[in-house]
């Protein structure tokens, strides 16, 4: 049977950045996520400063920012647009946009423009780089906990744990299971995706 000190239960931003800060802190551990990959629907579109200057502390923030660039490549943040309807709508400026607190902020870092769907990808990478046991397309079916640890059945297989993170996302089946309650924010706005492939 497997033994780390911590698993990560989901592959997400939460449990992603738990990897690369338990590896800046040298604690060894195994994250799991049942998708084989990262989502390819849209979520979240920026990364707030305080997490960009995680980033930096981790030695990342320039990887994370020149994969923001692809996305502002797109001339109008991946299509992002704002208006009364799809035809008289005006792409945002969010290339500018970052600019107007300039001076204001002591932070060095800055707001990144970067959608989940690129920096996922990259932290996995990254913290694959840095020696991460990370196993995608791989489910947590069952676990139990005792005065030791977390003991887990992974794919078929046991692992044992002293910690377990619940990064499984905001219908959390670990926390369910523990009768960890929470809540989420009622929505402020509604958004319209259209995806369209085109030659």
């Known amino acids: 049977m497997t033994r780390t000190p911590v698993l990560i239960v989901g592959g997400g ?11 800046y802190h040298e604690v060894d551990f195994v994250l799991v996520e049942r998708r084989t990959g990262a989502s390819v629907l849209p979520r979240s579109r920026g990364v707030h400063v305080r997490t ?4 930096r502390q981790l030695g990342i923030e320039d990887r994370v920012q020149e994969v923001a660039a692809t996305a502002l490549k797109a001339g109008a ?13 005006e792409a945002l400026d ?18 990144c423009f970067c959608p989940q769907v690129l920096l996922e990808p990259v932290l996995a990478a990254i ?9 995608f397309g791989t489910e947590l079916t069952e676990f139990s906990t005792g005065s030791d640890g977390v003991t887990a059945t992974i794919g078929g297989d046991e692992i044992e744990a002293d910690y377990l993170l619940a990064a499984d996302g905001t219908g959390s089946q670990i926390r ?14 509604k958004y319209l995706n259209a995806f369209a492939r085109a030659d």
């Open 127 to 135: 913290a694959r780089e840095r020696g991460g046991e990370l196993h």
């Open 13 to 23: 931003l939460v449990g992603l950045s738990a990897a690369l800060l338990l590896q």
């Open 77 to 89: 943040f991946g299509g992002a647009r704002h208006g009364r309807n799809l035809i008289d709508s």
């Open 176 to 189: 369910t299971q523990l009768g960890i309650t929470g809540w989420t924010l009622p929505p402020t706005h």
């Open 94 to 111: 969010l290339k500018n946009l970052h600019k107007l607190g300039l001076g204001l902020d002591p932070s060095p870092s800055n707001f």
């Open 52 to 55: 960009v200057e995680m980033f």
